[in-house]
């Protein structure tokens, strides 16, 4: 059985407040919450473009909380059919509200992902699994390779425990009081014990804003394991 470090009930608590509590916790990136939700959602666009991927997809956000992804989903693939998909029934209520229309809401029970085999074409997780026990990790993403297809993009972005200034951030942030963080090559290994084909992690948020006109470089830095997060992308073969 999945046993969640945070439980449905525990991400309820922090829902309402939410957007306020991670302002607040990442303010020494110089960023609001928005960048943070953005890029992920550029990062994968983009790649879904190079395996030549239409717009007219279906999507899986795994751990969508509040639903601060659904708006940069619609921008980036305007025609794709959305699943927010969470254990947290206030988020999901919270963001069904704002997002009427723009996306599926379904309750995940930390076990079964209620969809068939092989129904979406992308699946997206963003900080997420630093939640989760780690010990049940191998199984999330079993669960995940399930429900994608066969040649479909899986891509999950997670905090870096070797950067100094993302363990700081987490430490003080009241949500990620239970969170552990994750290993870059742990995530690698486990998606491809998962069943996960053509591995690649990439590293990510090298620069604050106050020094963003940098930015650009990081295209040359995705090997660094010093970003501030990261993410490891697949594909189901």
């Given at each position: 059985?999945?046993?969640?470090?945070?439980?449905?009930?525990?991400?309820?608590?922090f829902a309402d407040e939410y957007r306020k509590i991670h302002s607040e916790s990442i303010r020494i990136s110089g960023e609001e919450p928005e960048f943070f939700a953005q890029y992920k959602v550029v990062d994968?666009?983009?790649?879904?473009?190079?395996?030549?991927?239409?717009?007219?997809?279906?999507?899986?956000?795994?751990?969508?909380?509040?639903?601060?992804?659904?708006?940069?989903?619609?921008?980036?693939?305007?025609?794709?059919?959305?699943?927010?998909?969470?254990?947290?029934?206030?988020?999901?209520?919270?963001?069904?509200?704002?997002?009427?229309?723009?996306?599926?809401?379904?309750?995940?029970?930390?076990?079964?992902?209620?969809?068939?085999?092989?129904?979406?074409?992308?699946?997206?997780?963003?900080?997420?699994?630093?939640?989760?026990?780690?010990?049940?990790?191998?199984?999330?993403?079993?669960?995940?390779?399930?429900?994608?297809?066969?040649?479909?993009?899986?891509?999950?972005?997670?905090?870096?425990?070797?950067?100094?200034?993302?363990?700081?951030?987490?430490?003080?942030?009241?949500?990620?009081?239970?969170?552990?963080?994750?290993?870059?090559?742990?995530?690698?290994?486990?998606?491809?014990?998962?069943?996960?084909?053509?591995?690649?992690?990439?590293?990510?948020?090298?620069?604050?804003?106050?020094?963003?006109?940098?930015?650009?470089?990081?295209?040359?830095?995705k090997w660094l394991p010093l970003g501030a997060q990261y993410y490891v992308a697949a594909r189901k073969?």
């Open positions: 059985m999945v046993k969640l470090k945070f439980t449905g009930s525990e991400f309820d608590k994968t666009a983009n790649l879904s473009r190079q395996l030549n991927q239409s717009s007219k997809i279906r999507i899986l956000d795994f751990g969508s909380g509040v639903g601060g992804s659904v708006l940069h989903f619609r921008e980036q693939f305007p025609d794709c059919d959305l699943v927010c998909l969470d254990v947290s029934e206030k988020s999901l209520s919270l963001a069904s509200e704002k997002y009427l229309n723009k996306a599926q809401f379904a309750s995940f029970d930390g076990i079964n992902i209620p969809f068939p085999d092989m129904y979406f074409d992308l699946v997206f997780s963003a900080c997420v699994f630093h939640h989760i026990n780690h010990v049940e990790h191998l199984k999330i993403l079993c669960e995940l390779n399930r429900v994608l297809r066969t040649g479909g993009l899986a891509i999950i972005f997670e905090h870096n425990p070797l950067n100094p200034f993302t363990v700081r951030t987490v430490n003080r942030c009241p949500f990620d009081e239970n969170a552990v963080l994750i290993p870059a090559t742990q995530l690698r290994l486990n998606m491809i014990d998962a069943g996960f084909q053509e591995v690649l992690t990439h590293y990510r948020i090298f620069f604050p804003k106050l020094l963003r006109s940098l930015r650009w470089l990081e295209t040359y830095l073969t």
